[in-house]
């Protein structure tokens, strides 16, 4: 199924994102826990790529797998700034063969010493348009910040760029992890404004360990409420307690979302069953199943 379609069915939506083991030697403890998430049934599974391609070669299989095994639909990342077009053509035609019909469309980060120049792609609306040239059935994402990109000079150049996107042939969005609800709920209503109107959904990161905050923050550049911090402050030093707290902080994020008609949830769960199944069962009788 097309995640288009499950954006816009009615439902309120929660999906996961997981990512490929960075080594043959952990391969099994992240399949375990990738089917631990699956057969929870969510709306949907991201499966991310690496940005140099170096775990790329799971990242298909392990969708492919969530979408065969537990028939949960699987969105395969796709990242472009270290590949060429044939390299592109060449995933594309696997995500094809793979029957896998969505894939986010990312640049990837910029690797060490890198140069522009005779590189086929730069910008994540290259690969966007590259898909939808080479296979247009399949359903193409994109990233999204609604505390603007941290590469774009101000929020108004972020907001063009992103409609480009949508006009390129994004079909939806998936926004960068935030812990303040407000700062979406400002983003939905200036991008709306200017006539972006394809599916947003919300990305939520749980803080369960105090370590994860300074690496979110390096990441995305997020905005911590003062209420958040105080969390960290309170329960950090406790990992048991740490958890709790930080699971019940982005339950209490998705349950605000969902009664400000924000339909569609994507959590990051950093491949870790034990709080895909807590948000879960927090929410058991808020999401439609």
């Given at each position: 199924?097309?995640?288009?379609?499950?954006?816009?069915?009615?439902?309120?939506?929660?999906?996961?994102?997981?990512?490929?083991?960075?080594?043959?030697?952990?391969?099994?403890?992240?399949?375990?826990?990738?089917?631990?998430?699956?057969?929870?049934?969510?709306?949907?599974?991201?499966?991310?790529?690496?940005?140099?391609?170096g775990?790329?070669?799971?990242?298909?299989?392990?969708?492919?797998?969530?979408?065969?095994?537990?028939?949960?639909?699987?969105?395969?990342?796709?990242?472009?700034?270290?590949?060429?077009?044939?390299?592109?053509?060449?995933?594309?035609?696997?995500?094809?063969?793979?029957?896998?019909?969505?894939?986010?469309?990312?640049?990837?980060?910029?690797?060490?010493?890198?140069?522009?120049?005779?590189?086929?792609y730069?910008?994540?609306?290259?690969?966007?348009?590259?898909?939808?040239?080479?296979?247009?059935?399949?359903?193409?994402?994109?990233?999204?910040?609604?505390?603007v990109?941290?590469?774009?000079?101000?929020?108004?150049?972020?907001?063009?760029?992103?409609?480009?996107?949508?006009?390129?042939?994004?079909?939806?969005?998936?926004?960068?992890?935030?812990?303040?609800?407000?700062l979406?709920?400002?983003?939905?209503?200036?991008?709306?404004?200017?006539?972006?109107?394809?599916?947003?959904?919300?990305?939520?990161?749980?803080?369960?360990?105090?370590?994860?905050?300074?690496?979110?923050?390096?990441?995305?550049?997020?905005?911590?409420?003062?209420?958040?911090?105080?969390?960290?402050?309170?329960?950090?030093?406790?990992?048991?307690?740490?958890?709790?707290?930080?699971?019940?902080?982005?339950t209490?994020?998705?349950?605000?979302?969902?009664?400000?008609n924000?339909?569609?949830?994507?959590?990051?769960?950093?491949?870790?069953?034990?709080?895909?199944?807590?948000i879960?069962n927090?929410?058991?009788?808020?999401?439609?199943?």
């Amino acid at each position: 199924m097309k995640i288009r379609e499950i954006l816009n069915n009615g439902k309120l939506n929660l999906s996961f994102e997981v990512f490929p083991p960075k080594t043959d030697s952990s391969f099994d403890s992240v399949i375990s826990a990738v089917n631990q998430i699956a057969a929870l049934k969510p709306s949907f599974m991201s499966v991310t790529y690496g940005a140099g391609g170096g775990v790329s070669r799971y990242t298909l299989d392990i969708a492919e797998n969530i979408k065969e095994k537990y028939n949960v639909p699987s969105l395969a990342h796709l990242t472009c700034i270290s590949s060429t077009k044939g390299n592109i053509e060449e995933m594309i035609g696997k995500i094809k063969s793979s029957g896998i019909e969505n894939v986010l469309a990312l640049r990837g980060d910029i690797p060490e010493n890198f140069s522009p120049e005779g590189r086929d792609y730069t910008h994540a609306i290259d690969l966007v348009r590259e898909i939808k040239t080479v296979a247009p059935e399949i359903c193409v994402g994109g990233a999204c910040y609604p505390e603007v990109h941290p590469e774009s000079p101000n929020r108004n150049e972020d907001i063009k760029h992103l409609k480009e996107k949508a006009e390129a042939g994004c079909d939806f969005f998936t926004t960068q992890m935030f812990f303040d609800n407000n700062l979406l709920y400002s983003f939905l209503y200036r991008i709306r404004e200017a006539g972006i109107t394809v599916p947003i959904v919300a990305g939520i990161m749980p803080i369960t360990n105090a370590n994860q905050v300074e690496r979110a923050i390096k990441l995305s550049g997020s905005h911590m409420p003062q209420r958040f911090k105080s969390l960290v402050d309170k329960f950090g030093d406790n990992p048991q307690a740490m958890m709790q707290a930080g699971i019940a902080y982005a339950t209490d994020q998705v349950i605000d979302l969902y009664a400000n008609n924000i339909t569609n949830v994507h959590i990051y769960s950093m491949n870790k069953p034990e709080v895909a199944q807590s948000i879960m069962n927090n929410l058991s009788h808020i999401i439609d199943k």
